[in-house]
C-alpha cells in the first residue's frame, strides 16, 4: 500500500507542476501579430524540399503565390529525386523555381539536403529572409506578413509557426490533439523566447529565418545530420540570437493520417533519437510516463484511500490540462477523459522506434531509412 501511496504523491506532484510551472504549455494560445507603423517590404525566399508529394504540393505552392505582401517573395521548389508526378503538379510561375536535388551525401538527411539545395539557389536573390516550409503546408493569405513582422518587431533571427494539423479521421481525432500537447510540454513556447533559458524549439512546417543567422551556424550543414531538424536549428540559432515559435490556427498541414498505424510511424520515426538513442533514457521515458499518465486512472481501483485520491485528484488536473489543445481543436472535451490512454498509445510508439532503430529501419520516411543502428 505504502508504494500505491508513493506512486499517487509522485503523480499529484508532477501534475501541480506541469500545470503551474511549465511555461503554462497546455494553455495553447495564439499569440496576436504585432502591429507595425509601416508595411513592411522585406524580400523572402520560400524553401520547399518535396519528395512525392503530388497530392498536396500544388495547394502548398498556391497557398504561397497568393500571399498578401507588401516585400518580394520567391519560392524554391526542391525535388528530391520523387518519383511520382509532384513536379508537374508544381505547375509553372515566374516567382517559383524548380531545382532537382544533386545526389544524397553521405551523412545528411535526405530533407536537408534538399533544404541546403534550395538555399544555395535562394541565396542568389540576397533575400532579408528565409521561409523553411513543407510541402503539405497550405499559409494563410497573412501569413508571411505575420512571420515578418513578428521578426522585425522583435529583432528575431528564427521565428517559427506550429500549423495546425489535419485532425479530421477517427484516428487523428483521437491522437493529434495530444501530439501537440506532447511537443509544446518538451518545448513550452514561453520558454524557447526567454533569453535566460536555455530550451529551444521550432515547428519545422513553417520557420522563418535571416540569412545572417544561417550564416553565424555555419549553414544548414551545421545540423546536416539531425532527423529532428527542427529542433536543432532552434538549439543552434538562440546559441547567439533570438527566437520565437507559436501557434497559429490558419495556416495549416492537409496532409492525412488515415489510420492508427501512421501515426505511429509518424511518432516512431524520430522519437528514439529524441531520447538520443538511450536504452536508460527509453526506460526512464516509459517509467515515467506510466507513473504519471496510467498510475492515476489505475489508482483509483486500489483499496487505499490515500493512493486513490492522489490518483483521482492527478487524473482531474490531467483533464484540465488537455482541455486547451482539444479546444484548440475543435474536439470535444470528453476526449480528456481518454488521454491515459492515449499516453500508452505514445508509449508504444516509442518502443517501436527503439525497435526500429536497432533493426536498422529508424527514421524512415519517403523510402529513406535515416536512422539505424547497424
Given at each position: 500500500?505504502?508504494?500505491?501511496?508513493?506512486?499517487?504523491?509522485?503523480?499529484?506532484?508532477?501534475?501541480?507542476?506541469?500545470?503551474?510551472?511549465?511555461?503554462?504549455?497546455?494553455?495553447?494560445?495564439?499569440?496576436?501579430?504585432?502591429?507595425?507603423?509601416?508595411?513592411?517590404?522585406?524580400?523572402?525566399?520560400?524553401?520547399?524540399?518535396?519528395?512525392?508529394?503530388?497530392?498536396?504540393?500544388?495547394?502548398?505552392?498556391?497557398?504561397?503565390?497568393?500571399?498578401?505582401?507588401?516585400?518580394?517573395?520567391?519560392?524554391?521548389?526542391?525535388?528530391?529525386?520523387?518519383?511520382?508526378?509532384?513536379?508537374?503538379?508544381?505547375?509553372?510561375?515566374?516567382?517559383?523555381?524548380?531545382?532537382?536535388?544533386?545526389?544524397?551525401?553521405?551523412?545528411?538527411?535526405?530533407?536537408?539536403?534538399?533544404?541546403?539545395?534550395?538555399?544555395?539557389?535562394?541565396?542568389?536573390?540576397?533575400?532579408?529572409?528565409?521561409?523553411?516550409?513543407?510541402?503539405?503546408?497550405?499559409?494563410?493569405?497573412?501569413?508571411?506578413?505575420?512571420?515578418?513582422?513578428?521578426?522585425?518587431?522583435?529583432?528575431?533571427d528564427l521565428v517559427s509557426?506550429?500549423?495546425?494539423?489535419?485532425c479530421q479521421t477517427l484516428?487523428?481525432?483521437?491522437?493529434?490533439?495530444?501530439?501537440?500537447?506532447?511537443?509544446?510540454?518538451?518545448?513550452p513556447p514561453s520558454w524557447?523566447?526567454?533569453?535566460?533559458?536555455?530550451?529551444?524549439?521550432?515547428?519545422?512546417?513553417?520557420?522563418?529565418?535571416?540569412?545572417?543567422?544561417?550564416?553565424?551556424?555555419?549553414?544548414?550543414?551545421?545540423?546536416?545530420?539531425?532527423?529532428?531538424?527542427?529542433?536543432?536549428?532552434?538549439?543552434?540559432?538562440?546559441?547567439?540570437?533570438?527566437?520565437?515559435?507559436?501557434?497559429?490556427?490558419?495556416?495549416?498541414?492537409?496532409?492525412?493520417?488515415?489510420?492508427?498505424?501512421?501515426?505511429?510511424?509518424?511518432?516512431?520515426?524520430?522519437?528514439?533519437?529524441?531520447?538520443?538513442?538511450?536504452?536508460?533514457?527509453?526506460?526512464?521515458?516509459?517509467?515515467?510516463?506510466?507513473?504519471?499518465?496510467?498510475?492515476?486512472?489505475?489508482?483509483?481501483?486500489?483499496?487505499?484511500?490515500?493512493?486513490?485520491?492522489?490518483?483521482?485528484?492527478?487524473?482531474?488536473?490531467?483533464?484540465?490540462?488537455?482541455?486547451?489543445?482539444?479546444?484548440?481543436?475543435?474536439?470535444?472535451?470528453?476526449?480528456?477523459?481518454?488521454?491515459?490512454?492515449?499516453?500508452?498509445?505514445?508509449?508504444?510508439?516509442?518502443?517501436?522506434?527503439?525497435?526500429?532503430?536497432?533493426?536498422?529501419?529508424?527514421?524512415?520516411?519517403?523510402?529513406?531509412?535515416?536512422?539505424?543502428?547497424?
Open positions: 500500500m505504502l508504494l500505491f501511496e508513493l506512486v499517487g504523491a509522485v503523480s499529484l506532484a508532477v501534475w501541480i507542476y506541469l500545470l503551474v510551472a511549465r511555461g503554462g504549455f497546455w494553455l495553447v494560445s495564439v499569440a496576436p501579430i504585432p502591429k507595425l507603423d509601416v508595411p513592411l517590404a522585406k524580400s523572402v525566399v520560400a524553401v520547399i524540399p518535396a519528395r512525392n508529394e503530388e497530392a498536396v504540393v500544388g495547394q502548398a505552392l498556391a497557398s504561397l503565390l497568393n500571399q498578401e505582401y507588401a516585400g518580394s517573395l520567391h519560392i524554391i521548389l526542391v525535388d528530391d529525386h520523387s518519383t511520382d508526378a509532384t513536379v508537374a503538379a508544381a505547375g509553372t510561375h515566374e516567382r517559383l523555381r524548380i531545382v532537382e536535388a544533386a545526389p544524397l551525401p553521405k551523412g545528411w538527411t535526405g530533407k536537408l539536403w534538399a533544404v541546403s539545395e534550395g538555399l544555395k539557389r535562394g541565396a542568389e536573390l540576397r533575400p532579408d529572409y528565409f521561409l523553411l516550409t513543407d510541402a503539405d503546408i497550405v499559409h494563410a493569405p497573412d501569413n508571411v506578413a505575420g512571420l515578418v513582422a513578428r521578426a522585425e518587431a522583435g529583432g528575431l509557426y506550429m500549423v495546425k494539423l489535419q484516428a487523428e481525432r483521437a491522437l493529434i490533439p495530444a501530439f501537440v500537447f506532447f511537443f509544446l510540454k518538451l518545448y524557447i523566447a526567454r533569453r535566460d533559458r536555455k530550451t529551444a524549439g521550432a515547428a519545422g512546417g513553417c520557420m522563418l529565418i535571416r540569412p545572417s543567422a544561417l550564416e553565424r551556424i555555419g549553414g544548414i550543414a551545421a545540423i546536416r545530420g539531425e532527423l529532428i531538424d527542427d529542433c536543432a536549428l532552434a538549439r543552434a540559432v538562440k546559441q547567439g540570437g533570438n527566437i520565437w515559435m507559436g501557434l497559429t490556427e490558419e495556416t495549416r498541414s492537409i496532409r492525412e493520417y488515415a489510420s492508427f498505424g501512421e501515426i505511429l510511424r509518424m511518432i516512431s520515426r524520430s522519437a528514439f533519437t529524441q531520447l538520443g538513442h538511450s536504452v536508460w533514457l527509453l526506460a526512464g521515458t516509459i517509467l515515467g510516463m506510466a507513473v504519471i499518465y496510467l498510475a492515476p486512472p489505475l489508482l483509483i481501483l486500489t483499496r487505499d484511500r490515500i493512493a486513490a485520491a492522489c490518483g483521482m485528484a492527478a487524473w482531474i488536473l490531467m483533464m484540465i490540462s488537455y482541455v486547451p489543445p482539444l479546444r484548440f481543436y475543435r474536439r470535444s472535451v470528453a476526449w480528456a477523459l481518454l488521454l491515459p490512454l492515449v499516453a500508452l498509445f505514445y508509449m508504444i510508439a516509442t518502443v517501436d522506434s527503439a525497435v526500429r532503430y536497432f533493426a536498422g529501419r529508424g527514421g524512415l520516411w519517403k523510402g529513406r531509412v535515416q536512422d539505424s543502428g547497424r
